[in-house]
């Protein structure tokens, strides 16, 4: 995979996470919807495995099928990737470079990997933290160990929070693969994106299309793709 950023023309895709229904599921899979996440992080309230377990997530007929993942385990990340037929790992803790470059070589070379990058207050903390995640992606060329990156709010819930981050500080890096925005993306704020250098590859929603956490608004995500479509 090239490490130059792709530009392109096209709208970003959508992934929606999160998910905990089936009949939504299937709702957004009529939707052409790109990306469907499922949250492996037991401490989420989008717990995945309390509604649906690992065969019937493999079931769903999708390609796009992402299980988000909390400085988890790398056996129990194998294990749940291998019996829910997954497409993309998402890891959205602090799991540290090596331990990325391992997965990576574990992995099916089919399963791909979004590393999640999450966004605070202080912006010195912010430039280093991503400085050292690009700086995997360029030092390992033989390998290209992650996919996508995702660029979401940072919390102590580990996402979910429904707020935005600053998107300029995504002006000051040339970023070098294609990547997900995430954070409190809505209608409201859908329109900022043009002020972003490199447009994002996807939008990833979650918690304000929501009723409550895991029952998605799906007339308002039918909407919000075409504002943007």
Known sequence: MSLQPTTSNLPPQLKVCGLTKPDQIQELISMNTDFLGFIFYEKSP????????????SMIDHHGKVG?????????????????DLNFVQLHGDESNDFITELKQKLNPEVGIIKAIRVGN??????????????????TYNLQPITFYLFDTDSKAFGGTGK???????????????????GGISE??????KTLKQQPFALD???KFETEPGNKNIDRIKKFKTLYH
């Open 122 to 139: 202080n912006t010195t903390e912010n430039q280093n933290k991503i400085r050292q995640i690009f700086d995997l992606q360029q030092t």
């Open 205 to 207: 929603i979650n918690s």
């Open 188 to 193: 409201e704020n859908i329109g900022n994106m």
């Open 46 to 57: 989008r717990y995945v495995l309390n509604h649906l377990n690992l065969k019937e997530i």
């Open 164 to 182: 935005q981050f600053d998107w300029n500080i995504l002006n000051e890096f040339q970023i070098p693969i294609p990547y997900f925005l995430s």
């Open 68 to 84: 988000v993942f909390v400085n988890e385990e790398m056996d129990k990340i194998l294990r749940i990737v291998q019996q829910a």
